[in-house]
């Protein structure tokens, strides 16, 4: 079976042609070699700077439109066919529950491992019961695809992000035979009653949180996959993003282009922090504490799944934390402690990072 190399988006998008995948209306499944070219062409596609810089084009467009951090949101859907692509992001630790995919689907991971546990499926169809068959691992620049109905969990075992494309059937999920897909209960809850209502400016904090980490990990996507075509790409994630995206960010830019890095870093463009900066709680405001440990000053929120770290710095700090902690407007350089105005824009640049903080520039 022949198809042709796919150098972008589009040239992928051709192999469904070439594989003569049929219009979704017509509910036609491709045959298993044509999924297994699909699977073979992304490995090839996410060689090619032009393909990464594409999706991930598409993917921050996505991000832009909406703050949805939903599951499988897709960042492209193949006309006619609609085929879906979409990426996921994976946090340390991470996983889904068993679940079933009932039509073809295709996955490579692009940043970082993941370890995935596949089940049997006629005990999970037929009996609920969750029976391990097998756990292989998925390497990044490796992919694979589901052709017959399964039930398996990607779980990402490591200390770092890590993060997967999917390139999913548009009947995937839909009832099997008249059956409910099979998906595993979520673990009992943490949370007492009204414990969400009562967190949720934490909460709402925590999403942003997350949302800013995909954008780390877009920029580390297009750093390693993307090369100089990532720069135009790499300058809007460095506007858009807090503190440590945009060191990334500048980075892989300086690694490409070190005097457009160092013209854009001049520019002032995006959210920059300085001495004479005003940082002014969010509405509604989260409630902080500190925490002096042997060492070390940790400035922790109490929530309903426990405590949460979010910045832990030199005890010589505390004071400047109790300060973030408890007021509701400070400036950047009046922090107290025997900190240097470095020290004190990196100490309110970690705890930005949470977005606690509306951010105003110096007048």
């Given at each position: 079976?022949?198809?042709?190399?796919?150098?972008?988006?589009?040239?992928?998008?051709?192999?469904?042609?070439?594989?003569?995948?049929?219009?979704?209306?017509?509910?036609?499944?491709?045959?298993?070699?044509?999924?297994?070219?699909?699977?073979?062409?992304?490995?090839?596609?996410?060689?090619?700077?032009?393909?990464?810089?594409?999706?991930?084009?598409?993917?921050?467009?996505?991000?832009?439109?909406?703050?949805?951090?939903?599951?499988?949101?897709?960042?492209?859907?193949?006309?006619?066919?609609?085929?879906?692509?979409?990426?996921?992001?994976?946090?340390?630790?991470?996983?889904?529950?068993?679940?079933?995919?009932?039509?073809?689907?295709?996955?490579?991971?692009?940043?970082?491992?993941?370890?995935?546990?596949?089940?049997?499926?006629?005990?999970?169809?037929?009996?609920?019961?969750?029976?391990?068959?097998?756990?292989?691992?998925?390497?990044?620049?490796?992919?694979?695809?589901?052709?017959?109905?399964?039930?398996?969990?990607?779980?990402?075992?490591?200390?770092?992000?890590?993060?997967?494309?999917?390139?999913?059937?548009?009947?995937?999920?839909?009832?099997?035979?008249?059956?409910?897909?099979?998906?595993?209960?979520?673990?009992?809850?943490?949370?007492?009653?009204?414990?969400?209502?009562?967190?949720e400016a934490f909460t709402r904090c925590y999403d942003d949180w997350r949302r800013?980490?995909?954008?780390?990990?877009?920029?580390?996507?297009?750093?390693?996959?993307?090369?100089?075509?990532?720069?135009?790409?790499?300058?809007?994630?460095?506007?858009?993003?807090?503190?440590?995206?945009?060191?990334?960010?500048?980075?892989?830019?300086?690694?490409?282009?070190?005097?457009?890095?160092?013209?854009?870093?001049?520019?002032?463009?995006?959210?920059?922090?300085?001495?004479?900066?005003?940082?002014?709680?969010?509405?509604?405001?989260?409630?902080?504490?500190?925490?002096?440990?042997?060492?070390?000053?940790?400035?922790?929120?109490?929530?309903?799944?426990?405590?949460?770290?979010?910045?832990?710095?030199?005890?010589?700090?505390?004071?400047?934390?109790?300060?973030?902690?408890?007021?509701?407007?400070?400036?950047?350089?009046?922090?107290?402690?025997?900190?240097?105005?470095?020290?004190?824009?990196?100490?309110?640049?970690?705890?930005?990072?949470?977005?606690?903080?509306?951010?105003?520039?110096?007048?």
């Amino acid at each position: 079976m022949t198809t042709r190399d796919p150098e972008n988006l589009a040239a992928f998008c051709g192999l469904f042609g070439d594989l003569q995948f049929k219009p979704s209306r017509e509910r036609e499944r491709p045959v298993r070699e044509s999924v297994r070219a699909v699977s073979a062409g992304l490995e090839r596609a996410l060689l090619s700077e032009s393909f990464v810089v594409d999706c991930a084009t598409r993917e921050l467009e996505r991000m832009e439109r909406s703050n949805v951090l939903g599951h499988m949101n897709p960042f492209f859907v193949a006309p006619e066919l609609d085929i879906r692509f979409s990426f996921l992001y994976w946090a340390p630790g991470e996983g889904s529950r068993p679940h079933e995919h009932t039509d073809w689907t295709v996955t490579a991971v692009c940043q970082n491992e993941l370890q995935v546990e596949v089940f049997d499926w006629r005990s999970a169809v037929e009996e609920a019961k969750v029976v391990r068959t097998r756990v292989h691992p998925a390497s990044d620049g490796r992919a694979g695809y589901i052709y017959d109905p399964c039930v398996h969990n990607p779980r990402n075992l490591t200390n770092r992000w890590s993060m997967s494309i999917h390139i999913v059937s548009p009947h995937d999920g839909k009832p099997l035979d008249g059956r409910t897909p099979f998906a595993a209960p979520p673990p009992p809850s943490r949370l007492a009653e009204g414990a969400v209502a009562a967190n949720e400016a934490f909460t709402r904090c925590y999403d942003d949180w997350r949302r800013e980490c995909r954008l780390r990990v877009l920029v580390g996507l297009l750093d390693t996959r993307g090369g100089l075509q990532a720069t135009p790409l790499l300058e809007r994630l460095f506007e858009r993003g807090r503190a440590t995206t945009r060191r990334m960010a500048m980075a892989a830019l300086a690694r490409r282009d070190s005097g457009r890095a160092q013209r854009l870093l001049q520019s002032g463009k995006g959210r920059r922090i300085t001495a004479a900066s005003r940082l002014t709680s969010a509405t509604p405001r989260v409630v902080c504490e500190v925490r002096e440990q042997a060492g070390s000053a940790e400035l922790v929120v109490n929530w309903p799944y426990g405590s949460a770290r979010l910045v832990r710095t030199d005890p010589c700090a505390t004071e400047a934390l109790r300060v973030l902690a408890t007021e509701p407007s400070v400036v950047v350089g009046d922090l107290p402690g025997p900190l240097s105005d470095a020290e004190r824009v990196a100490l309110a640049e970690a705890v930005d990072e949470w977005f606690l903080f509306d951010l105003e520039a110096a007048a």
